[in-house]
């Protein structure tokens, strides 16, 4: 059974990254920190995008942050202090249904805020 709700207390943050350095490093220090309990590094991603005018494109790294929702804040500072973009694509989505067990083991294994 489904734990189902308009807030499971749990939520995605999605963060690109132009390295596998770069996704190694962030994911370690946000799992390390409690800030997060698990991310996974997906790679292969192609952006585009306008930067400055200009169309851009780019070989990154998708982050994808399983934390708490009352931890949102501090995740994003935390990203912002250790990504190296200025502006780094920082998102985030509700989870609103789950395994009841997955939802307690990311609860569990983030610090309380």
């Not at 994003?76 to 083991?105: M, N, R, S």
């Amino acid at each position: 059974m489904l734990s189902s709700s308009s807030s499971t207390g749990a939520r995605i943050c999605y963060i690109t990254v132009p390295s596998k350095e770069v996704a190694d490093k962030l994911s370690q220090s946000l799992v390390e920190s409690q800030l997060a309990a698990c991310v996974n590094i997906i790679p292969g991603i192609e952006s585009k995008f306008l930067w400055q005018g200009k169309i851009e494109t780019e070989k990154e790294l998708l982050l994808m942050v399983k934390t708490r929702d009352t931890l949102t804040d501090q995740v994003a500072q935390h990203v912002k202090k250790h990504h190296p973009y200025d502006t780094p694509e920082f998102i985030c989505t509700d989870v609103v249904a789950g395994l009841p067990d997955y939802l307690k083991w990311v609860k569990d294994s983030t610090k309380s805020p």
